[in-house]
């Protein structure tokens, strides 16, 4: 807890503890909280019978719900929210009002996109000289659940459970505490879930393995190598692609890890152009920041497991098409 101290403080208006550091992702989203969330956004339905959704309140409930049974003796914050793609409405009343005369009252509200992180830092390692905290969280997209159909309907919703690196907020989740496409009916069935994920999740198995990153490194020609293969690989056959382990980056994404490479206060390169790969790790995830909800944690975990067999290949000596 002490490794944590510096990127905690007060909220002046709760008194709740809380993180300090920028954003987790940044992309087209905004902020939020979950009193906001609760007192001025509608909940949608399903058309055909008007019963509502699993709300976002509702999931970001479960998840705090199910860490504080888990994580008894542990400080949990407050979450930290992030909104996009706004479906906005008015009331009847007000359904011949010019848009500049709307009144607040008048005026409807919920985000169809939400993604949401809840640190324990009362659990935390360090990488490299970095501080790392236990982060769980989620991602709710009403646009690929049915919601013309009846209440009964499968809802979808990814979930997960990993560590943040507190120098830079960056998420560190690997396939093991992450569910990506979980599919629930109710309330009940989404706490189970998420309740069996976090107690499964095993903590220092994912530390070790994130440690060992750091004694792996590619010099600025495997880099140059790296980044050329990454940007080829999207426009390779279908027939070639089915042999390589899979890169969910795309250009923009590649251009930041390059830039980063450069210029980042914390991943960048050694004086001699070599990296290693628990920072060519964060460069990735970093990345990701500019990702948008609907992708982001499926790329969170691919950073994971793309830089994983990059070490497999220098580890092994195996051949690695990113490298070779």
């Known amino acids: 807890m ?3 101290q510096e990127y905690l403080t007060f909220d002046p208006v709760t ?3 809380i993180s300090n550091n920028r954003p987790f992702i940044e992309a087209n989203t905004v902020a939020s909280t979950l009193q906001e969330i609760q007192r001025s956004h509608i909940i949608p339905v399903f058309t055909k019978d008007n019963e509502q959704v ?7 409930e479960a998840a705090i719900n199910a860490a504080e049974e888990l994580f008894k003796k542990e400080l949990i914050l407050k979450p930290n929210i992030r909104l996009s793609h706004p479906i906005k409405g008015r009331v009847p009343s007000a359904r011949d009002k010019p848009v500049n005369q709307l009144l607040e009252c008048e005026k409807t509200l919920y985000y169809e996109r939400m993604a949401f992180v809840i640190e324990i830092p009362s659990i935390s390692d360090h990488i490299d000289g970095n501080p790392l905290s236990l982060t769980i969280g989620g991602v709710k997209a009403y646009n690929l659940d049915n919601l013309s159909t009846k209440k009964g309907a499968d809802e979808h919703f990814k979930v997960f459970i990993g560590f943040q ?3 830079c907020t960056n998420l560190c989740v690997w396939s093991d505490g992450y569910i990506g496409d979980l599919k629930v009916k109710n309330q009940h ?9 976090f107690s499964s999740y095993q903590t220092e198995k994912h530390l070790s393995s994130m ?9 600025e020609q495997q880099f140059a190598k790296l980044i050329g293969k990454s940007r080829m690989y999207h426009h390779l056959p279908i027939a070639m692609k089915a042999d390589i382990p899979p890169l969910l980056f795309g250009d923009s994404q590649i251009g930041t890890v390059v830039k980063d490479y450069y210029k980042d206060n914390s991943f960048c390169k050694m004086d001699n152009g070599n990296i290693n790969l628990w920072k060519l790790y964060n460069l990735f995830t970093g990345a990701n920041k500019s990702t948008y909800i609907d992708n982001f944690l499926d790329r969170s975990v691919n ?5 994983n067999q990059i070490k497999k290949g220098l580890e092994n000596w195996e051949f690695n098409w990113f490298l070779n």
């Open 2 to 4: 002490e490794l944590l």
């Open 15 to 17: 008194d709740d503890l």
């Open 54 to 60: 699993i709300s976002h309140t509702d999931f970001i």
């Open 165 to 167: 690196n507190k120098v």
């Open 189 to 197: 069935q989404l706490y189970t879930a998420i309740y069996n994920l």
């Open 211 to 219: 440690k060992g990153l750091s004694n792996y490194f590619l010099t």
């Open 303 to 307: 950073a994971y497991q793309f830089v």
